[in-house]
């Protein structure tokens, strides 16, 4: 299939609405950019604009990136924290951002998804229950010493 060529400025405006859209990190900017096929000198032209004009912003979109993958999807700070690693975010603005969580917020979290979790346990002896509980927390992204200090 023919892929349809686009000049410079309209590259340019599709990168802009990308960004609009939704926060997006250097990386994503620079994968949808890929698409393009465009030189290194277009390609760096095209993310400073972006980062000048505010478009792209990684700070803005780390923080975004926390408090929905917390709030909506409730992810633990382990599971956020990879994947904003594999999004090449680093490691210090990741944890400058984390303050985007309250504690409170975060505790009553584990407890909730602890509570429903574990009635859903049917036919189990008590430990079983607390042990699958406890896996699912993890794999949820929630750190182990945080969710054992809520049910000791």
Known sequence: ??????????I?????NYCVYQDRCHA????????????????????LYLLKENYLNEERFTRSYIRGK????????????MNLKQKQISE?????????IDDSDYENTIRKIFEGYYSKQIGLKEYQKKTKTI?????????????????E
């Open 1 to 10: 299939m023919e892929k349809k060529s686009y000049t410079f400025e309209e």
């Open 12 to 16: 340019k405006q599709k990168l802009v």
């Open 28 to 47: 994503e900017v620079e994968q949808k950019m890929r698409e393009f096929l465009l030189i290194d000198e277009a390609k760096e032209e095209i993310i």
């Open 70 to 81: 917390f709030y909506i999807k409730h992810w633990g700070k382990t599971k956020i924290k």
């Open 92 to 100: 210090r603005l990741i944890n400058s951002c984390f303050d985007e």
């Open 135 to 151: 896996k699912h927390l993890m794999s949820k992204g929630f750190e182990y010493e945080k969710i054992i200090d809520i049910f």
